[in-house]
Structures are given as structure tokens and as C-alpha cells.
Nanobody
């Protein structure tokens, strides 16, 4: 089992920045793909970014150039640096992990992920 706990959400004005963290514990070596997903009220959960083996990154088109995913293996922590935030980025953000042969495809398929955190709310006001 892998346990994931997110933190770092909050309220910010448009154009601002936030950094989300996801602390992993348990059987973490059973996963090689981690990601961030988000879900706004009334919408489906969507992929934001994934990272394979702590190195190769993939991003949704809507966040490219603004968000950056990274992983600190020593600390077993996943990060999401979010810059130039927009009101449409408002959502509950979730951390997820899985052992996958395609972290790129997993970005578009939340169902591929086995482990999930409880989420952290991000609210961006205009």
C-alpha cells in the first residue's frame, strides 16, 4: 500500500503562485509514475501533470509553461509549482501514484492510477 498526503493549497489572486506538495509513504517503490489531477465542481477529474521515474514529465496543454512537476525521491515528496494562476485553475487537486508502462497515457486516464491522496483545494480569484 502507498499513502499520499497533499498540502499547500489555498486562495490566491489571478497571476499568483502556489506550490503543492504530496508526501508519500508505504510501499513507494511499487510505483514509477506519479501525477497531479484536479477536479472542479460539476466537472470530470482531469490530468494536470505526470512524472515518470522522477525524471520524465508530461503536462496538460492548459498548464504547459505555467506549472512544473518535480519529485524528491529522498524525501518521497511530489511537488507541483503553479505560476501565473488563472481562475479556471480553481479545483480540488489530487496526488496519485501507480506502476505504469506509460506515464504519458496515464495523464489522460485517472482510472489507471491505483493510489490517491485526499486532495487539497486551490481557489484563484480574478
Amino acid at each position: 500500500q502507498v499513502q499520499l498526503v497533499e498540502s499547500g493549497g489555498g486562495s490566491v489572486q489571478a497571476g499568483g503562485s502556489l506550490r503543492l506538495s504530496c508526501a508519500a509513504s508505504g510501499y513507494t517503490y511499487s510505483t514509477n509514475c506519479m501525477g497531479w489531477f484536479r477536479q472542479a465542481p460539476g466537472k470530470e477529474r482531469e490530468g494536470v501533470a505526470t512524472i515518470y521515474a522522477g525524471i520524465i514529465t508530461y503536462y496538460a496543454d492548459s498548464v504547459k509553461g505555467r506549472f512544473s512537476i518535480s519529485q524528491d525521491n529522498a524525501k518521497k515528496t511530489l511537488y507541483l509549482q503553479m505560476n501565473s494562476l488563472k481562475p479556471e485553475d480553481t479545483a480540488m487537486y489530487y496526488c496519485a501514484a501507480v506502476y505504469s508502462d506509460s506515464c504519458r497515457l496515464a495523464l489522460g486516464s485517472p482510472g489507471r492510477f491505483r493510489y490517491w491522496g485526499q486532495g487539497t483545494q486551490v481557489t484563484v480569484s480574478s
